[in-house]
């Protein structure tokens, strides 16, 4: 892939090419996009998407363009965490055990909390359980069957998120699951398993205070009024050393992005709050990172951006949401919003009936299911832990769970069936 990805870059300045491989794309153009035109060009043995078959081409921000020290910000993430966890009555010597040996093997990204039973799971490409804990200890894969059914039919909750993973937003499902889809909330696999051991050893056997006590803390982290107010310990230790957390990106990437920015309509969508936006992308991509876009979305809430119509809102030169806006115009920065709204802006603006998009991100529900599942634009995931030799490898990979993107497993079959490619690294592109 990582050829794949030169010969991405080496075609923009000229007809802008990416190759991906055949059988990949093959199924998942007869699968999942059946009332899409798909323009591929096939040869033998590869197959060409010219990238110059799509009007406008759009990119998360965190972990797609901005990439993180993730052991660090894992380290730190958990500290946050155990901190707050203890403040709510757990044991510092249990949270307090701190992310370095086994702690940091047990977090990954794609793992499913179980609050009520206590129980951490892996699913595999089925549904099935591929593997699962109890705190932090190993469920033997028979009780596991027992509790769950062959694959999961015994949980009505996980049927309905396998169906459908929107489901998992889902107020019913919200109280009782937790899907971590990034390296935002990966390390609370671990404070919410080590809550759990706590309550076995009291005798518990409903372990759902720790699933609400694990989502408060998630709440209490990220909540956008909190990077202002200063009230999040974690914002407050990412501003503080902007440069131990957050990687300055690659040059070359700025540089393809603004050859990019020549040739396409581009757009940035992030979940983020502007003010936050800025500060990432400003220690990421540079002070001028808002030249590289056409559109800017912040505060989007994906994945319902994409379903959705929420209005979009103005934003003000202090960083503020503003009032409601129909005016859309390029370039632009704007909050909220949805995608049909900006989809028809494009159109308006290159004049054209219909145009296509693609979509780079990382988070597989939000960035790479969502958008071709409902039939907006075309995605390239990208998945850090194909890096093989990652800086953070240690809080990337696990031994403990195998790989999150291991074949066989859901998070494998989501890349498989919905992305039209997946790369290592938006840094790796321009090398
Ligand atoms: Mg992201």
């Given at each position: 892939?990582?050829?794949?990805?030169?010969v991405?870059?080496?075609?923009?300045s000229?007809?802008?090419?990416?190759?991906?491989?055949?059988?990949?794309?093959?199924?998942?153009v007869?699968?999942f996009?059946?009332n899409?035109?798909?323009q591929?060009h096939?040869?033998?043995d590869k197959?060409?998407?010219l990238?110059?078959?799509?009007?406008?081409?759009?990119?998360?921000?965190?972990?797609?363009?901005?990439?993180?020290?993730v052991s660090d910000?894992?380290r730190?993430?958990y500290?946050?965490?155990?901190?707050?966890?203890?403040?709510?009555?757990?044991p510092?010597d249990k949270?307090?055990?701190?992310?370095d040996?086994?702690?940091?093997?047990?977090?990954q990204?794609g793992l499913?909390?179980?609050?009520?039973?206590?129980n951490?799971?892996?699913?595999?490409?089925?549904?099935g359980?591929?593997?699962?804990?109890?705190g932090?200890?190993?469920?033997?894969p028979?009780v596991?069957?027992?509790v769950?059914?062959?694959?999961?039919t015994?949980c009505?909750?996980?049927?309905r998120?396998?169906?459908?993973?929107l489901?998992?937003?889902?107020?019913d499902c919200?109280s009782r699951?937790?899907?971590?889809?990034?390296?935002?909330?990966?390390p609370?696999?671990?404070?919410f398993?080590?809550?759990?051991d706590?309550?076995?050893e009291?005798?518990?056997?409903?372990?759902?205070?720790?699933?609400?006590?694990t989502?408060?803390?998630?709440?209490?982290?990220?909540n956008?009024?909190?990077?202002?107010?200063?009230r999040s310990?974690?914002?407050?230790?990412?501003?503080?050393?902007?440069?131990?957390?957050?990687?300055?990106?690659d040059?070359?990437?700025?540089?393809?992005?603004?050859?990019?920015?020549?040739?396409?309509?581009t757009?940035?969508?992030?979940?983020s709050?502007?003010?936050l936006?800025?500060?990432?992308?400003t220690?990421?991509?540079?002070?001028d990172?808002?030249?590289?876009?056409d559109v800017?979305v912040?505060?989007a809430?994906k994945?319902?951006?994409?379903?959705?119509r929420?209005?979009?809102l103005s934003?003000?030169?202090?960083?503020?949401e503003g009032?409601?806006?129909?005016?859309?115009s390029l370039?632009g920065i704007?909050?909220?919003?949805n995608?049909?709204?900006?989809a028809?802006?494009f159109?308006?603006?290159l004049?054209?009936?219909?145009?296509?998009?693609l979509y780079f991100?990382?988070?597989l529900v939000?960035?790479?299911f969502?958008?071709?599942?409902?039939?907006?634009?075309?995605?390239?995931?990208?998945?850090?832990?194909?890096?093989e030799?990652h800086p953070?490898?240690?809080?990337v990979h696990?031994?403990f769970?195998?790989?999150?993107?291991a074949?066989?497993?859901?998070?494998?079959n989501?890349i498989?069936?919905?992305?039209?490619?997946?790369i290592?690294?938006?840094?790796a592109?321009?090398?």
């Amino acid at each position: 892939m990582l050829k794949s990805s030169r010969v991405l870059f080496q075609c923009l300045s000229k007809h802008i090419e990416v190759t991906v491989r055949t059988a990949l794309v093959t199924r998942k153009v007869s699968a999942f996009s059946p009332n899409r035109k798909c323009q591929y060009h096939k040869s033998a043995d590869k197959m060409d998407i010219l990238f110059c078959d799509y009007d406008f081409v759009g990119f998360d921000l965190d972990c797609t363009l901005c990439e993180y020290h993730v052991s660090d910000m894992a380290r730190m993430e958990y500290d946050v965490m155990a901190d707050f966890l203890i403040g709510r009555g757990y044991p510092s010597d249990k949270l307090k055990l701190g992310l370095d040996g086994f702690g940091l093997d047990f977090i990954q990204r794609g793992l499913i909390l179980d609050f009520q039973r206590g129980n951490v799971l892996k699913l595999d490409r089925n549904g099935g359980i591929m593997k699962a804990t109890h705190g932090t200890k190993v469920l033997d894969p028979e009780v596991t069957v027992e509790v769950y059914g062959r694959r999961t039919t015994n949980c009505p909750f996980l049927a309905r998120i396998k169906e459908n993973m929107l489901s998992a937003w889902e107020p019913d499902c919200r109280s009782r699951y937790r899907l971590l889809l990034d390296y935002f909330d990966f390390p609370a696999g671990l404070a919410f398993a080590r809550c759990v051991d706590h309550f076995d050893e009291r005798g518990e056997t409903d372990f759902t205070k720790c699933g609400e006590d694990t989502l408060a803390v998630l709440r209490y982290m990220y909540n956008r009024d909190h990077f202002a107010d200063g009230r999040s310990e974690y914002f407050k230790r990412m501003r503080a050393e902007p440069s131990k957390y957050i990687r300055r990106s690659d040059p070359r990437l700025i540089v393809w992005l603004r050859n990019l920015h020549r040739k396409k309509r581009t757009f940035l969508i992030t979940g983020s709050n502007c003010d936050l936006a800025d500060f990432v992308a400003t220690h990421s991509l540079g002070p001028d990172w808002r030249d590289l876009f056409d559109v800017v979305v912040c505060f989007a809430n994906k994945p319902f951006f994409f379903t959705e119509r929420r209005p979009y809102l103005s934003v003000t030169n202090d960083l503020k949401e503003g009032q409601p806006t129909e005016n859309l115009s390029l370039p632009g920065i704007f909050s909220q919003g949805n995608w049909a709204d900006l989809a028809h802006l494009f159109c308006v603006n290159l004049n054209k009936p219909e145009a296509r998009g693609l979509y780079f991100g990382d988070n597989l529900v939000q960035d790479v299911f969502t958008p071709l599942k409902f039939g907006c634009c075309d995605t390239v995931a990208v998945v850090e832990e194909k890096n093989e030799d990652h800086p953070s490898r240690e809080a990337v990979h696990s031994e403990f769970w195998g790989a999150m993107h291991a074949r066989g497993s859901w998070w494998g079959n989501v890349i498989e069936i919905y992305a039209k490619a997946s790369i290592p690294s938006m840094n790796a592109l321009p090398r």
